[in-house]
């Protein structure tokens, strides 16, 4: 059943007016895993091949002072948003399974669509740079054996998106994943370590060739930094904790907190180690995929990549579930996974969508653009702006004046840096496009 749009009618909770929208059940399964699966979920989407860039497109540009204190910031901050937006999930006596519905709940019918219509294009975008990235695996491998360029990065790009899709019409929601997180999670350890092992390698070999300091006129650093900032956010990014919130089992809020909490605690630890001794071992010569960097036997180089695009192919599923879980419930797709009905929607659907990502991340294959466009347009708004707004309007009668102001400050500072952080990622995509080509061979 898909929605039918608003109510002319209002609810009133905790003395505020609130909306009643009329919203769709979900044709994928809810209330079934439990919190260390979900914390699984998070981990897994934090600990993705994104990280073997991370090094690149955020230390490169901040240095070492700018890049630890900012990535300490951003976790902290990443991580209050977040607990601000799972408190809210059972808000007004109604469960919000989607980040639209809360919105639409708590703002109306405008907020619904534009809520929609920012994750959308979030998580799209994401998809874009994990397609980019599992492409650029493929590439690295065939390099590794032979190295005459008649494979380009477009034809990689293609294949990781049919194997994308192959993988999409397989599995039918995220719940199903189960035992892929598991393969996730070892995939991620593989490449993970392997870069920081060959990365200490070089680094020790190498002690004094090194060089810290960030690039570039003062101009151009100033553009830099600003979108570097918008990368430190979109390293926590997730733009749809509600929807991973609705997979877990009751108490939704208490699970979903402690799912939370593993994830910036131990969760986080690959992904720093592997961003700052991938740092230490190149400095501002490191590239925005960091097994590029490394020297090391040919078959363990060749594993880790092959690993970078196992584990993106499952993690692009989490991103895409969304998307997914719309198409399921609009057209009325339940029942077995392999059902000749949905199996033929899935083919068509997903693979449609797949085939659009696939043809975008061809075209324009600048992974670090992605990133901050992402992170400016989209990473911010939802999970900062609208996660400190949400909670400052629907818990209005219970904060008191200090509370009030720092969700405020949080608000206007945040949408600053949105504005700042888009110009500066909009300037690299124009000076990329005057330096590469469309389906460019990086």
Known sequence: MSATGAKNRTSNVNGAEHFDIEVPDTAHQISSDSWFQVAFVLTTGINNAYVLGYSGTVMVPLGWVGGVIGLILASAISLYANILVAKLHEFGGKRHIRYRDLAGFIYGRKAYCVTWGLQYVNLFMINCGFIILAGS????????????????????????????????????HLSAL????????????????????????????????????????SISKLFTITAAAANLFFVFNTGMLPEIQATVKQPVVKNMVKAL?????????????????????????????????????????????????????????????????????????????????????RIMARGGYLAVSTLLSALLPFLGDFMSL????????????????????????????????WHWLNVVFFSLMSVAATIAALRLIVVDSKNFHVFADL
């Open 374 to 405: 992402t992170g400016a347009v989209s990473t911010i708004p939802l999970t900062f702006i609208l996660a400190n707004h949400m909670y400052y309007k629907a818990k209005n009668d219970k904060l008191n004046t200090m509370q009030k102001l």
């Open 261 to 345: 909490y593993f994830q910036f605690t131990l969760g986080l630890l690959p992904m720093y180690a592997v961003m700052f001794i991938g740092y230490w071992a190149y400095g501002s010569s490191t590239s925005t995929y960091l097994l590029n960097n490394v020297n090391g036997p040919v078959w363990v180089k060749a594993l880790a990549n092959i690993s970078a695009f196992l584990q993106t192919v499952i993690c692009l599923h989490i991103f895409a579930s969304p998307s997914y879980e719309y198409m399921d419930t609009k057209f009325g797709i339940k029942g077995g996974t392999f059902v000749l009905k949905n199996l033929l929607f």
């Open 137 to 172: 695996a493929l590439k690295a491998v065939y390099v590794l054996f032979r190295d005459d360029h008649t494979m380009k990065l477009p034809y990689f790009i293609a294949i990781a998106g049919f194997v994308c899709a192959v993988f999409a019409i397989g599995v039918p």
């Open 178 to 217: 189960g035992i892929w997180l598991g393969v996730s999670t070892i995939l991620s350890l593989i490449y993970i370590i392997v870069a920081m092992v060959l990365s200490v390698k070089d680094g020790v070999k190498t002690p004094h060739s090194r060089d810290y300091e960030i690039q570039g006129s």
